[in-house]
Nanobody
Framework: QVQLVESGGGLVQAGGSLKLSCAAS????????MGWFRQAPGSGEERIFV?????????IYAESVKGRFTISRDNAKNLLYLQMNTLKPEDTAVYYC?????????????????WGQGTQVTVSS
């Protein structure tokens, strides 16, 4: 089992920046992939892929955030980060940290077994 706890969400004006963090605990000794997904208001239960990073720190990004967001991880501390710059109102969502016990990066939420509770990001125009 892996437990995930996000932090760093908040309210920011368009064009601003936020940095999300995710602390992993539990059985983190195996190589695993971590990712960020988001759920926008009115989107139902669907969690949309934002970014993911493999155990060897290879990142991938959704087209909508490429060039604005940067994912990183500290394997020694079991921490995951998402630096979000040039935020837009359409980035407003609950952001979830996720993990899967495999070294292969996946963009579909169904591939991830472990989830945090989410942190709200609100971007005002």
């Amino acid at each position: 089992q892996v437990q995930l706890v996000e932090s760093g969400g908040g309210l920011v004006q368009a064009g601003g920046s936020l940095k999300l963090s995710c602390a992993a605990s539990g059985r983190t000794s195996k190589p695993y992939t971590m990712g960020w997904f988001r759920q926008a208001p009115g989107s139902g239960e669907e969690r949309i892929f934002v970014s993911a990073i493999s155990w060897d720190e290879t990142p991938i990004y959704a087209e909508s955030v490429k060039g604005r967001f940067t994912i990183s991880r500290d394997n020694a501390k079991n921490l995951l980060y998402l630096q979000m710059n040039t935020l837009k109102p359409e980035d407003t969502a609950v952001y979830y940290c996720a993990a899967r016990t495999s070294g292969y990066v996946r963009t579909d939420s169904s591939a991830y077994s472990y989830w945090g509770q989410g942190t709200q990001v609100t971007v005002s125009s």
